[in-house]
């Protein structure tokens, strides 16, 4: 037999059960008090978020200029033959797709790579915040072939506690940590690096 959808109103005694759910008033023990003497710091934030990134399949660059992320670029054999790539920092790699011409983000499928600016990253995982308001469109950064990040080496903090603290309280919007390549292990316990996202992430640390 099957069983067929029932729109009635609830029984009286489910009724009951769920008036008195409704009712109850849980107080909430409240947020935990941290202690800052207790959270992670390194010596050396740069060398560690270096190290961390590198732990987790992506690659650090020390450039002193834009110029110099431009000719480390050229150097990889990916970028020289990419025909199709977003950048919303033209100070090192001028884009060949106007993103202000796309409307539907779906024509982004075929990028090779993308090159944006990120606003701080943290030493703790080699993550790299990046605010969705510079992003003219969000699935850039996810849906390229290969992605660049650009980060000031003097903008790392040491853990994901200062990194909160640092963007304040939430606003309307979307922003993300990137940290390393997409990877997965659901397979087997077989790590593979770029298997839903970019195949390599490339960070260029500036001054």
Request: with cysteine.
């Amino acid at each position: 037999m099957i069983a067929e959808a029932n729109d009635k109103e609830p029984s009286g005694s489910k009724q009951v059960i769920l008036d008195r759910l409704r009712g109850r008033v849980v107080e909430s023990p409240g947020l935990p008090e941290l202690d800052p003497d207790r959270l992670i710091r390194y010596p050396d934030r740069v060398s560690q978020f270096c190290e961390t990134l590198k732990f987790v399949g992506g690659e650090s660059h020390f450039v002193d200029s834009p110029a110099q992320i431009r000719e480390i670029l050229e150097g990889i054999e990916v970028f020289s033959a990419a025909d199709r790539i977003a950048s919303t920092f033209p100070e090192a790699v001028e884009p060949t797709v106007d993103l202000s011409q796309v409307s539907d983000p779906h024509l982004l499928s075929t990028l090779d790579w993308t090159i944006v600016k990120g606003e701080f990253g943290v030493a703790e995982n080699g993550a790299i915040w990046v605010d969705g308001r510079t992003l003219p469109h969000r699935v850039m950064i996810f849906i390229a072939q290969y992605l660049a990040l650009v980060v000031s080496r003097s903008e790392i903090v040491d853990n994901m506690h200062e990194a909160y603290a640092r963007i304040g309280a939430p606003s309307p919007g979307f922003g993300v940590f990137v940290s390393g390549p997409s990877k997965t292990a659901d397979i087997e316990q077989s790590l593979v690096l770029g298997a839903h996202g970019c195949r390599k992430l490339q960070v260029f640390l500036l001054p």
